[in-house]
């Protein structure tokens, strides 16, 4: 084996169980806390935790790994762009602050967390590792999250984008191919387009 | 040079696409020019014989040749052909539609980036491909459908992004159920001792064409497209997209054969389709907002394409296909009406502002009306033709769903009827001073006369397109 590729194999090894959970907590961060700048970094954080998880899926081909995690930051930048002329129009000041209902929210959060948790024990999805499936029913309890109980264009627009990590996930198991994976990478660089757009419209009307 | 037909069908619309970005300025001829390369290539696709070779210049296209990338095939088999060539001929008329209504828009080269989409999915050889390309041509939809107005037609409007939003979530909710799905149903194939993974995939292929069709409890992303977004790309989600996802259904049940056999697919039509067109009418009855009565109308038209496909029979694959052959005029119709009520009033189309706005614009009121009457299903129009059909194929078996279906119908001349009531009124002046009249465009006034005689002549003549769907009807060996 590649020195390279086996260090990075060592690495994304020890680090891929933290990953889980990071992707989780920047998750919560972005559910919880509603300023926008602090959900955007957590967006970015947590497409750095599944670039950790996608090194382990494409062992061979670390670089798949990297493209994904450098299509994620690039998906954060058009939400960043798009959130900011948001921002700049509505001349409100953003200042930290928790997301209303956060009781709520915290119950929520948690009871997800505790379906993925058990769905990822009970359901073994083929071919698929432990570390790679929780990942997978979180990245989808989140994403039904954000859908279900967010109002905000982006906040949503991430819950899609999710979603869709989920599914690259899952069906890159599947199908190592290339075809499906760049297929995947395109819908989400639309979807991102789509999200910033729908964000920025309301304000241009 | 030898050409496989599949790259002129996609490659050609994308290219017009770029061309189209550029002409932006000039919306007469971006209109014209991406209706004119839509009817062009869908002629070419009707009229290619697919076992034989057009020769133009030093360019050879063998329509049947398959085009091969990165070992994925895209074949056009011959009950494609009429389904692009409807998928194209639906958006060139739409664009002729949106020329005096999208000054500037990027609805003509975006639309035409979606329909070289869709027309990939229907080509492609392997479902989960279609899949994700009808996901990414559902994605650019968005930007046509929320584009700020410009020029002429700018307008104070109350807008908002929910519905594209809501659209693109549905269709990505939709998404990992297709494609997991395919995989499932391949695992089968490979143990079919497995009923788990037959069940498994028969319930998530129903539950994302439920939430692609909106379906009883997903109808919730039609009414909200409807109610926001812009009228002609409404009519084209409606119409060319939805149409691409009803084909994309049928190419899974002709992939997969044994899962209409082994699965009561049909039963779950039945009353899928059922639960649509009563659930439908009723809310189309109680609506008080012009674009949720034209999202509901469009509810009872796929919940009356399900139960055809319920009924397991040819005649109900071609009744489904002639509804949705028949949906186009009546929604452009609609939309158009639709599109010259909302500028009456800033674009608010509810009951309390367009008390009375039958007397401002009544030639929007009458395509509002007379497209309404089509989509509901109701004589004289080729909808009625069909849901006849539908409706005597429903009771050779059971009568009851017979009278079921036809309450759908009668559910949305309801909402049709209080409508008009409502546009008919004349509000005190004291109260609300009538407006002033809408200034018809000429060119808009012949377009909306020309689709209602359409509509009539197909209504009262319907033979030649009844015969040719069915003949495309039969290809499909599902049942």
């Given at each position: 084996m590649n020195p390279v590729l086996y260090w990075i194999d060592r690495l994304s090894a020890l680090a891929s169980g933290s990953a889980v959970w990071g992707v989780f907590l920047a998750g919560a961060v972005i559910y919880l806390i509603a300023e926008w700048r602090i959900r955007l970094l957590a967006f970015l954080a947590q497409y750095f935790f599944i670039g950790i998880l996608f090194t382990r899926l494409f062992s061979e081909r670390p670089e798949m790994a990297l493209l994904k995690t450098l299509v994620g930051w690039l998906v954060c930048g058009a939400l960043y762009l798009s959130a900011r002329i948001r921002q700049d129009a509505q001349e409100r000041q953003a200042v930290f602050h928790w997301a209303a209902d956060l009781p709520f929210r915290a119950v929520a959060l948690a009871m997800m967390t505790v379906v993925a948790y058990l769905a990822a024990q009970r359901y073994a999805l083929p071919f698929v590792t432990g570390e790679l499936a929780l990942t997978t029913f979180l990245l989808v309890s989140l994403s039904l999250l954000f859908i279900g109980t967010e109002q905000d264009v982006v906040i949503v627009g991430i819950g899609v984008l999710n979603l869709l990590t989920a599914l690259d996930i899952f069906y890159s198991v599947q199908d190592p191919g290339l075809l499906v994976a760049g297929l995947l990478i395109v819908v989400s660089l639309l979807a991102s387009l789509a999200i910033s757009y729908l964000t920025v419209v309301e304000v241009a009307e | 040079m030898i050409l496989p037909g599949p790259l002129v069908i996609v490659a050609v619309p994308l290219a017009m696409a770029v061309v189209l970005q550029l002409l932006r300025y000039w919306t007469a001829l971006m209109a014209w020019l991406g209706a004119a390369t839509l009817v062009l290539i869908g002629s070419l696709v009707l009229l290619?014989?697919?076992?034989d070779a057009w020769q133009v210049a030093n360019l050879t296209v063998e329509f049947g040749r398959p085009l091969v990338i990165l070992g994925r095939r895209l074949v056009l088999q011959p009950f494609d052909q009429l389904v692009i060539a409807f998928l194209f001929f639906t958006t060139g008329g739409l664009f002729l539609v949106a020329w005096?209504?999208?000054?500037?828009?990027n609805f003509f080269p975006v639309g035409l980036m979606i329909v070289a989409l869709l027309a990939a999915a229907l080509l492609v050889e392997q479902v989960v491909y279609a899949a994700l390309l009808v996901e990414m041509a559902a994605i650019l939809t968005v930007f046509p459908l929320h584009e700020p107005s410009s020029g002429a037609a700018k307008r104070e409007e109350i807008t908002s992004a929910v519905g594209g939003m809501r659209y693109m979530v549905y269709t990505t909710l939709a998404l990992p159920g297709l494609m997991i799905t395919q995989l499932f149903l391949d695992l089968f194939a490979i143990?079919?001792?497995?009923q788990t993974l037959l069940n498994t995939a028969a319930v998530l292929l129903s539950i994302s064409f439920a939430i692609l069709f909106g379906a009883?409890?997903?109808q919730n992303w039609l009414s909200r497209v409807a109610l926001d977004g812009s009228p002609p790309v409404v009519t084209f989600i409606f119409t060319v997209n939805l149409g691409a996802v009803w084909f994309m259904l049928l190419d899974y049940l002709r992939t997969y054969p044994w899962l209409a056999e082994q699965v009561p697919l049909a039963r779950l039509f039945l009353w899928l389709g059922l639960l649509m067109m009563v659930i439908g009418g009723l809310l189309a009855a109680a609506q008080r907002q012009l674009g949720r009565l034209v999202g509901y109308a469009t509810l009872v038209d796929n919940g009356a394409m399900l139960l055809a496909l319920s009924t397991q029979q040819v005649e109900g694959v071609a009744l489904a296909t002639l509804l949705l052959i028949a949906r186009p005029l009546s929604l452009a119709l609609m939309t158009l009406g639709l599109q010259g009520l909302r500028r009456l009033d800033g674009g608010a189309d509810t009951y309390l502002t367009l008390k009375g706005a039958a007397w401002r614009a009544p030639w929007r009121t009458f395509a509002f009306l007379v497209g309404g009457i089509s989509l509901a299903g109701f004589p004289i129009s080729l909808s009625f033709v069909a849901r006849w059909g539908l409706y005597q194929l429903l009771a050779q078996e059971e009568f009851t769903w017979a009278l079921l279906s036809l309450s759908g119908s009668v559910g949305v001349m309801w909402g049709l009827v209080r409508s008009l009531r409502v546009l008919l009124k004349r509000p005190p002046p004291v109260e609300r001073p009538v407006g002033a009249r809408l200034e018809e465009d000429r060119i808009v006034l012949v377009l909306m006369l020309l689709l209602i005689l359409v509509i009539l002549l197909l209504g009262f003549f319907p033979q030649s397109v009844s015969r040719m769907v069915y003949q495309m009807a039969s290809w499909y060996t599902i049942f």
């Open positions: - | 290619a014989p697919l076992d005096r209504l999208l000054p500037h828009s143990f079919p001792n497995d009883i409890p997903f």
